[in-house]
């Protein structure tokens, strides 16, 4: 089955600051990236998503790159405010399949 | 986006009493749901997948006879945990697909005393 590792498991940075996570997958069917932001407590919300014939997709200050040789896709977050800190988990699905394989999570910080 | 509506947000209760969860679609019809369980600070843990017209389907390590559910119409599943024990006490909740999109509701904090 599909195996998502997410790195890194906590991140702290400055308000204004840019923060990047990172993701790799094993199954190489799988064609469908969606990040997900949770707030404590809360349920997770789609932030963006990407499809594996795409390379990157950009909506504001959050983008998401997708390497499929390596297996790999990032989650970009640019000029971080304090109301970015959650916890997000990045996710891999393959074709027509709804159930995703999501990763561990990152709890990002931004300190203001 | 499409919108899932989980009751009740949060329970207590005491040990061996059972709890059901609701979820609806409010907008969409979904003929799978899918439950899933989140200690804290841990990732979500996918529990079983719930069939509109049949019988769920378990994942590997979750009792069905703990975890009872039904999926009465196209709008609505419910996640049954019954016999509660302590050890049941979890974020509980579910999803739902519309338009090629994961859909979440806003889960249910289960507490056992």
């Known amino acids: 089955g599909e195996n998502v590792e997410q790195h890194p498991s906590t991140l702290s940075v400055q308000e204004g600051d840019s923060a990047v996570i990172k993701c790799t997958y094993s199954d190489s069917a799988s064609n469908y990236f969606p990040w997900y932001k949770q707030e404590l407590g809360k349920r ?3 932030i963006i998503d990407i499809r594996s014939n795409v390379g990157e997709k950009k909506d504001q200050r959050i983008a998401v790159t997708l390497n499929k040789t390596a297996k790999h896709f990032s989650l970009h977050i640019t000029e971080t405010q304090p109301e970015d800190s959650a916890v997000y988990f990045c996710a891999a699905l393959s074709g027509g399949s709804y159930i995703p394989t999501f990763g561990r999570g990152t709890s990002l910080i931004v300190h203001p | 986006g ?13 040990s061996g009493t059972s709890v059901k969860i609701e979820c609806r679609s409010l907008d969409f019809q979904a003929t799978t749901m899918f439950w899933y369980r989140q200690f804290p600070k841990q990732s979500l843990m996918l529990m079983a997948t719930s069939n509109e017209g049949s019988k769920a389907t378990y994942e590997q390590g979750v009792e069905k006879d703990k975890f009872l559910i039904n999926h009465a119409s196209l709008t609505l599943s419910t996640l049954t945990v019954t016999s509660a024990h302590p050890e049941d006490s979890s974020f509980y909740i579910c999803s739902a697909p519309s338009n090629e999109k994961l859909f979440f509701g806003s889960g249910t904090q289960l507490s056992v005393l």
């Open chain 1, 44 to 46: 997770p919300q789609l």
């Open chain 2, 2 to 14: 499409a919108v899932v509506s989980q009751h009740p947000s949060w329970v207590i209760c005491k």
